[in-house]
């Protein structure tokens, strides 16, 4: 059974740094595309940064030149490094694993769910 597993979040300060970590069983890590996405309460899901399996990454606007999204094969592990967080970051963060077509779909319809997924990381910052 493909499991994804996000840990990591935390409640900060604004202008702390968090990383996440996303560690996943059962599925060929080298295969596939991995994407961060999050959802804050009453708001739409937004994508936030995928990475494709050669390690060329993109980013939303909003956490561009903040955020730094990285895998280690090796370790069949995700990473996202977040600096400078903003109160606006808060959110719940999840992983997902899937090909590029079914990412970028699901970063440009929040309605969309595709692929796998992990069950997410809380993040808060206050200011």
């Known amino acids: 059974q493909v499991q994804l597993a996000e840990s990591g979040g935390g409640s900060v300060q604004a202008g702390s740094s968090l990383t996440l970590s996303c560690t996943i069983s059962?599925?060929?890590?080298?295969?596939?595309?991995m994407a961060w996405l999050r959802q804050a309460p009453g708001k739409e899901r937004e994508g936030v940064a995928i990475?494709?399996?050669?390690?060329?990454?993109s980013y939303s606007d909003s956490v561009k030149g903040r955020f730094t999204i990285s895998r280690d094969d090796a370790k069949n592990t995700l990473y996202l490094q977040m600096d400078s967080l903003k109160p606006e970051d808060t959110a719940k963060y999840y992983c997902a694993a899937g090909s590029l077509i079914a990412l970028r779909t699901m970063f440009r319809d929040s309605k969309k769910r595709l692929g796998f997924w992990g069950q997410g990381t809380q993040v808060t910052v206050s200011s």
């Open positions: 990475i494709d399996v050669n390690g060329s990454a």
């Open positions: 059962e599925l060929p890590f080298t295969d596939y595309p």
